[in-house]
């Protein structure tokens, strides 16, 4: 089993910056991908950006260039950088990994709430 805990969450104006980390414990070993995902209130969840296990990096259209994706594979952590926020990117965040034998997001944290206000 992997757990996942994210943080750095938080309520900030629009414009402003933040970075979500993703440390993961567990079965580690086992995780290919690593990813972000966001919900906001009465949406579906979507796809933000993804990060192989070789550091390959993927985007949604809404976040590219503003948003960056990383890893510290010494901390087991991933990490998202978010710049240029606007109220849109309002959600709740989840990291989640993807199981190298299934090749499914099979582990999901809790998630952290990003407010980004006018």
Not at 7 to 28: H, K, T
Not at 36 to 48: I, L, N, S
Not at 90 to 99: G, Q, S
């Amino acid at each position: 089993q992997v757990q996942l805990v994210e943080s750095g969450g938080d309520c900030v104006q629009a414009g402003e910056s933040l970075r979500l980390s993703c440390a993961a414990s567990g079965s580690i070993f086992s995780i290919n991908a690593m990813a972000w995902y966001r919900q906001a209130p009465g949406k579906q969840r979507e796809f933000v950006a993804a990060i192989t296990s070789g550091s390959s990096t993927n985007y949604a259209d809404s976040v590219k260039v503003r948003f960056t994706i990383s890893r510290d594979n010494a901390k087991n952590t991933v990490y998202l950088q978010m710049n240029s926020l606007k109220p849109e990117d309002t959600a709740v965040y989840y990291c989640a990994a993807v199981d190298g034998i299934t090749g499914d997001y099979d582990y999901w944290g809790q998630g952290t709430q990003v407010t980004v206000s006018i």
